[in-house]
T-cell receptor, first 116, second 115 residues
Framework: DTGVSQDPRHKITKRGQNVTFRCDPISEHNRLYWYRQTLGQGPEFLTYFQNEAQLEKSRLLSDRFSAERPKGSFSTLEIQRTEQGDSAMYLCASSFGTELLSNPLHFGNGTRLTVT | AQSVTQLGSHVSVSEGALVLLRCNYS??????LFWYVQYPNQGLQLLLKYTSAATLVKGINGFEAEFKKSETSFHLTKPSAHMSDAAEYFC?????????????FGTGTRLTIIP
């Protein structure tokens, strides 16, 4: 168990640029989640996958955001035309199975995005 | 919809003193409740979870939480604080049924330990 890995750890970009983050879940985990955490707030749910299927998207996920999980392994989160309000920590988490109670989320260390 | 409210964004306690972090939930159905801890520059780590099997739940690092339905609370406690407990703590809730498998987090409580 090598844990959930996120890349990059930090990203600084200029407003209007596109950015892409990667998440590698724990290998046998079929569920993968993306959360966003801004300063002083708890993580906010963005979207989640079961295998390669994206099962739910939050209303927070505007049209500029897209997430994929090809082949049900790693996932990418892309933000197009970044805005300063996108500055946040983007957290990825994974779990095995379909019930959070039996199979709790394992979080990565996050990608901190700063939009200047 | 489910939600949790954490009272007190910052809590300071002396080393060796009781730690009490408050969490109240709102849910129209029986909830699953969790406490997570986040150390600086790290991801969230599960401390404990409420399974409905027992109202007093013991977690890692000496923490425990008690589910009180009458008070809609799930407060986190530790009898004696240690310097290593300094971190941010998040309460989270999800519905107690299959099909809505995402966590809704509170805004967090930053715990400071005074030497």
């Amino acid at each position: 168990d090598t844990g959930v890995s996120q890349d990059p750890r930090h990203k600084i970009t200029k407003r209007g640029q596109n950015v892409t983050f990667r998440c590698d879940p724990i290998s046998e985990h079929n569920r993968l989640y993306w959360y966003r955490q801004t300063l002083g707030q708890g993580p906010e749910f963005l979207t989640y996958f079961q295998n390669e299927a994206q099962l739910e998207k939050s209303r927070l996920l505007s049209d500029r955001f897209s997430a994929e999980r090809p082949k049900g392994s790693f996932s990418t989160l892309e933000i197009q035309r970044t805005e300063q309000g996108d500055s946040a920590m983007y957290l990825c988490a994974s779990s095995f199975g379909t019930e959070l109670l039996s199979n709790p989320l394992h979080f990565g260390n996050g990608t901190r995005l700063t939009v200047t | 919809a489910q939600s949790v409210t954490q009272l007190g964004s910052h809590v300071s306690v002396s080393e060796g003193a009781l730690v009490l972090l408050r969490c109240n939930y709102s849910s129209s159905v029986p909830p699953y409740l969790f406490w997570y801890v986040q150390y600086p520059n790290q991801g969230l780590q599960l401390l404990l979870k409420y399974t409905s099997a027992a109202t007093l739940v013991k977690g890692i690092n000496g923490f425990e939480a008690e589910f009180k339905k009458s008070e809609t609370s799930f407060h986190l406690t530790k009898p004696s604080a240690h310097m290593s407990d300094a971190a941010e703590y998040f309460c989270a809730v999800t519905r107690n049924n299959f099909g809505n498998e995402k966590l809704t987090f509170g805004t967090g409580t930053r715990l400071t330990i005074i030497p």
